[in-house]
């Protein structure tokens, strides 16, 4: 990539996270349906480790999570019983999010745009059932106090269901600015597609 495309990848990227980080703290309400808001930051992440792959997938993790941390950093129930604000949290799962979108259908599926709403769902249930169980472990490890009172119906409709719906509709305006706006030219994208694509054998029926 030459000098002008790197610092247009560059000033995009941050546009984006600034944008977008600004946006779900600000307007939580207007985002949200259900007790559950779509995250704006979490579907970027996701879609950039998708179309971009590890190394940009992994960075700008890093770097939204650490601007969420600063914004709206994770709060937990304490052994002390208290709530506590977290540092670090936000890094590191937006930083492993970038990390599994990068893997999602690596090089024969890559830089498909149905198959990116796939990875967005995909990604999302696997943060949401995750951190259910982190949750559900912590209170019966440490035994805190009213322990884990979500119930079935709330865990799975109420929230993985509801939040990935959510995250699906962000999607659609997110990968409309990545197909016209993105930090790397779509077209770009698809030789790079196709280069893989040629380069193994009998992948016709990857003709989409």
């Given at each position: ?60 993790g890093l770097i939204m999570g650490l601007v969420r941390d600063c914004l709206a950093p994770i709060a937990i129930v304490g052994l002390d019983g208290n709530v506590h604000i ?123």
């Amino acid at each position: 990539m030459d000098r002008r495309k790197l610092i247009r990848k560059i000033v995009v990227y941050a546009v984006y996270i600034l944008l977008l980080s600004s946006l779900q703290v600000s307007y939580p309400n207007r985002l949200g349906f259900g007790g559950q808001t779509a995250d704006l930051a979490f579907v970027f992440v996701v879609l950039t480790g998708y179309f971009n792959g590890f190394t940009d997938g992994a960075v700008v993790g890093l770097i939204m999570g650490l601007v969420r941390d600063c914004l709206a950093p994770i709060a937990i129930v304490g052994l002390d019983g208290n709530v506590h604000i977290t540092a670090g949290i936000g890094m590191l799962v937006l930083f492993l999010t970038g990390v599994l979108s990068s893997a999602f259908f690596t090089k024969r599926m890559h830089k498909n745009i149905p198959f990116a709403f796939v990875s967005i769902a995909f990604c999302t249930l696997v943060y949401k059932l995750g951190g259910h169980f982190l949750a559900y472990s912590w209170t019966v490890i440490f035994r805190l106090a009213g322990g884990y009172d979500l119930g079935f119906y709330e865990i799975v409709v109420r929230s993985c269901l509801l939040q990935t719906l959510l995250n699906l509709i962000a999607g659609i305006p997110l990968i409309l600015l990545w197909r016209f706006a993105g930090p790397v030219s779509m077209s770009e994208q698809k030789r790079t597609a196709d280069d893989v694509i040629k380069s193994n054998e009998d992948t016709s029926w990857l003709q989409i």
